[in-house]
Nanobody, 120 residues
Framework: QVRLVESGGGLVQTGGSLRLSCAAS????????MGWYRQAPGKQRELVAT???????????SVKGRFTISRDSAKYSVYLSVYLQMNSLNPEDTAVYYC??????????WGQGTQVTVSS
């Protein structure tokens, strides 16, 4: 089993920055990909960024050049922290942000979410 706990959300003005953190624990050595998703009110959940075990990253077009996903160690041990640095935020980035983890597809592990609100 894997447990994910997000932190770092909050209220920020347009143009500001926030850094989200995801603390992963449990059988994290089984994980192949970590990711951040978000869901805005009335919209479907969307993929924001992913980071594979090998270090490859992928971003949604809407956040490319503004968001950066990273982790605290090149090796998975008992604990793993994954981050989402968000710069140049705008009101369209307002959403609940979720940390997710994948083993072989299907994203079976999710955090509880953290609210990010960008005021205009």
């Amino acid at each position: 089993q894997v447990r994910l706990v997000e932190s770092g959300g909050g209220l920020v003005q347009t143009g500001g920055s926030l850094r989200l953190s995801c603390a992963a624990s449990g059988n994290i050595f089984r994980l192949n990909t970590m990711g951040w998703y978000r869901q805005a009110p009335g919209k479907q959940r969307e993929l924001v960024a992913t980071l594979t075990k090998g270090g490859s990253t992928n971003y949604a077009d809407s956040v490319k050049g503004r968001f950066t996903i990273s982790r605290d160690s090149a090796k998975y041990s008992v604990y793993l922290s994954v981050y989402l640095q968000m710069n140049s935020l705008n009101p369209e980035d307002t959403a609940v942000y979720y940390c997710a983890a994948d083993e072989f597809g299907g994203w079976p592990y999710w955090g509880q979410g953290t609210q990010v609100t960008v005021s205009s």
